[in-house]
């Protein structure tokens, strides 16, 4: 069994900055990707970022030059910093980890941005 925790989020006013933890433990060795989702209400689940074991990064283009994944020092742990925050950030961001052909997730943290 693989649990996968995320912590940070919460509210911030428009360009202010936030930071998400996440860390898989459970039965889990290594991993292919891990990443950041995202859900605002009434729309699909998006992709925001993602770092593979390797180091490789990928960033959706809404979120490019505002937004850097990284991972920790602890195995299996990976960080969102996120800054000039918009509105349309305002959602559940969720982690995943991607290993042994299986996709893991989070429970979700809230991070919402006002104007």
């Known amino acids: 069994q693989v649990q996968v925790v995320e912590s940070g989020g919460g509210s911030v006013q428009t360009g202010g900055s936030l930071s998400l933890s996440c860390a898989a433990s459970g039965r889990i060795f290594s991993f292919n990707s891990m990443g950041w989702y995202r859900q605002a209400p009434g729309k699909q689940r998006e992709l925001v970022a993602t770092i593979t074991s390797g180091g490789a990064t990928n960033y959706a283009d809404s979120v490019k030059g505002r937004f850097t994944i990284s991972r920790g020092n602890a195995k299996n742990t990976v960080y969102l910093q996120m800054t000039s925050l918009k509105p349309e950030d305002t959602a559940v961001y969720y982690c995943?980890?991607?290993?042994?052909?299986?996709?893991?997730w989070g429970q979700g943290t809230q991070v919402t941005v006002s104007s």
């Open positions: 995943n980890i991607y290993w042994a052909n299986s996709n893991y």
